[in-house]
């Protein structure tokens, strides 16, 4: 019985332990906001009201659905040019030399060189620049999770099932998937993470419109309340992405991988 009762017990445990979290930082922010002008730290209550304003104004709706759109449309090149480059430098000696060291350099350049660079050359542009920023700097961790993930497939066991004349639809639902789905479940989830940041920083400086130039605005203007509205619309999307969609299918994953 105890056995039956542990997981949702623990459901429940973890629970309370995060809503205990959030009221404590609820608690301690109200706390300080006491002793601040509102300009530098303004209240959980005033940022409420910030929240329902941008509400009741559209910009929430609009900016969040623009933000969103190109996020995904970024996110999408990303992951698909990053698998399809992992396995086709996996599969070439030759392309790895080549490309490899582009990569490397590609990862390496700091983000905001890279928005920079968009800006001069696309100027500031509604999608062009959070999109081409996103690709840019969600790419490489979406090629090297997968890489890392073809590298670990254990060579020998391919050969060996190569040897008994395994089909090879057989070898790649035996042996590549287990081995690579939970390397293709991390880079969808870190390649997330990269890729609404990238939209917002990309939005910040060089576009008219999304979440990023909201909350330039809101810095321009000194609405300090406005910049926290949108900060918690941020945490609150990813929130839901993170253990509502990802960590429903990193479930599943593992429950396919526990079944076999």
Not at 9 to 19: E, F, N, V
């Amino acid at each position: 019985m105890s056995t039956f009762t542990s997981k949702p017990y623990d459901g429940w445990k973890r629970g309370l332990i995060s809503t205990a979290a959030l009221v404590v930082v609820l608690v301690l922010w109200s706390a300080l906001s006491e002793n601040h002008h509102s300009l530098i730290l303004p209240s959980p209550k005033e940022t409420w009201g910030a929240l329902q304003q941008l509400w009741q104004s559209g910009q929430l709706w609009t900016n969040t659905a623009i933000t969103f759109r190109r996020t995904m449309v970024g996110y999408a090149m990303a992951l698909a040019s990053g698998v399809l480059s992992a396995l086709l430098l996996k599969a070439s000696t030759f392309l790895q030399s080549l490309l490899r060291p582009v990569i490397t350099v590609i990862q390496i350049i700091p983000p905001v060189i890279w928005v920079v660079l968009a800006v001069i050359w696309f100027g500031i542009a509604d999608d062009l620049t959070p999109i081409f920023l996103i690709c840019i700097v969600t790419f490489p961790v979406i090629f090297l999770t997968i890489f890392s993930g073809l590298e670990s497939v254990d060579a020998d066991l391919v050969e060996m099932a190569t040897v008994y004349r395994s089909s090879r639809a057989k070898i790649v639902r035996s042996i590549y998937l287990p081995a690579l789905v939970p390397h293709f479940v991390s880079a969808v989830s870190l390649g997330l993470s990269f890729a609404w940041k990238s939209t917002v920083f990309a939005e910040f400086i060089g576009s008219s419109s999304g979440i990023g130039f909201a909350i330039s605005m809101a810095n321009a203007n000194l609405e300090t309340e406005n910049l926290f509205a949108w900060a918690t619309v941020l945490i609150l999307i990813m929130l839901v992405f993170e253990y509502g969609i990802l960590g429903f299918v990193n479930k599943r994953v593992t429950r396919w991988k526990q079944h076999g």
